[in-house]
Every structure is written in C-alpha cells, then in structure tokens.
C-alpha cells in the first residue's frame, strides 16, 4: 500500500461526457502529480501541483483539468471525452526538497477509465 | 528527442538467471536523478531503486542493482537470481533539476516487458 488513495477504480462513460477523477496523497507530502498510461503513449506526465499551486505542466489537454486544494487532495477533470482517452490514469505524491532529485513518486493504483 | 530509451520491448529469461534491462537517458543537466519502477499485470507502481548522477557507488537494493556508466549515459537495471514474481513491466525514469532550481517530477521510458520463465 503506497499511501495514495485514488477513486473511482474503474470507470465507464460514453464520448463527450465530464468525469472527475480524484486523488489523496500519502500524509506529508506537497506535492501531487497526474499521469496517463496508454497503451500507445506509454506513461505521460500530465501536471504537477506543489502545495495548492501548478508546478509544472506536461502533455495535458486543454479538455482536461486539475487543481489541488487546502488539504491537499487533488482533482483531474476530463470532459469532452473520446475513445483516445480511454487509459489508466495515475496519481502520484512524493515529498519535494527544493533541489534534492531524490525521493520517489509514490503512486496510487490507478483509475481505469474506459470511454465507449 | 526521446528523454529515456529503453529498446528491449520484451524479455524472456529463464528462473535463476540473472537479467540487464537496459536505459539509456538524454540530458545536459549536470545533476539528476535516476529511477526504475516495476508494474506487475494488477497495475500499481512500484519503486524499486534510486541513482543520483553524483552518487559514486551504483545503487543496490537486494536483488536489484542498477549499472550506471554516466559517460555512456546508461543506467541499466540488473535483477540477480530472477523469480517468477519478476514478471512485470518495468520502467526507468528520470527527474532534472527544472528552471527553478527545484526538482520536477519523473520522465518514464516506454517499458520493457519481461516474462521469468520456469
């Protein structure tokens, strides 16, 4: 158990539909990222948030959206959905010291999304 | 240009045979980070060893030991005595140091899928 807590497990939706995939880091850590995990594309590193505020931003579309709150937590909105974004999307936190490149991600087991 | 390479698609090794996944990484940091993750077919992401580019000694964690030749920029993951359970996909990542002098997340290569076999 890595300590990420990620929900829904699973999830089916139809093209064009909003979902919101959610997310709770282990306790202590700032920092939150999202990726997707495609068959095609490998694992893609979407966004970062830092303690509430983005930090860095990857291949992340414009339909899709994030944000991290006071207590940390972090939300991945996907709306306007195609059969491309059916994947395996992963929550990560890890604790980052300013300039350290040590300390891992700590995933959570995914949230399978299939669009149909 | 592709940050992390890793140009083994799939591997099949015998029970007890000691296994090379091999990565190869582009940068011109001076500084980084170098990481391997194993996802077994449930899915979860699971950390298996750290290489900082400073760090003299390559990095061991039991069975695991990453071979790093930095002029070659190679950071090949070595598992000794292989098992069954090994049977994953397995990535190497990187992290660089990001414009604002604090570390950024992980870049993954595509994956090696390797399968023990008894």
């Known amino acids: 158990d890595s300590g990420v807590t990620q929900t829904p497990k699973h999830l089916i939706t139809a093209t064009g539909q909003r979902v919101t995939l959610r997310c709770s880091p282990r306790?202590?850590?700032?920092?939150v990222y999202w990726y997707q995990q495609s068959l095609d594309q490998g694992l893609q590193f979407l966004i970062q948030y830092y303690n509430g505020e983005e930090r860095a931003k990857g291949n992340i579309l414009e339909r899709f959206s994030a944000q991290q709150f006071p207590d940390l937590h972090s939300e991945l909105n996907l709306s306007s959905l195609e059969l491309g974004d059916s994947a395996l999307y992963f929550c990560?936190?890890?604790?980052?010291?300013?300039?350290?490149?040590?300390?891992?991600?700590?995933f959570g087991e995914g949230s399978r999304l299939t669009v149909l | 240009a592709q940050k992390i390479t890793q140009t083994q698609p799939g591997m099949f090794v015998q029970e007890k045979e000691a296994v090379t996944l091999d990565c190869t990484y582009d940068t011109s940091d001076q500084s980084y980070g170098l990481f391997w993750y194993k996802q077994p077919s449930s899915g979860e992401m699971i950390f298996l060893i750290y290489?900082?580019?400073?760090?003299?000694q390559n990095a061991t964690e039991g069975r695991y030991s990453l071979n790093f030749q930095k002029a070659r920029k190679s950071a090949n993951l070595v598992i000794s005595a292989s098992q069954l359970g090994d049977s994953a996909m397995y990535f190497c990542a990187m992290r660089e140091v990001d414009s604002g002098g604090g570390a950024d997340g992980l870049t993954f290569g595509k994956g090696t899928h390797l399968i023990i076999q008894p």
């Open positions: 306790s202590g850590d700032l920092s």
């Open positions: 290489q900082g580019s400073y760090d003299e």
């Open positions: 990560a936190s890890s604790v980052v010291v300013s300039g350290s490149l040590a300390g891992e991600l700590f």
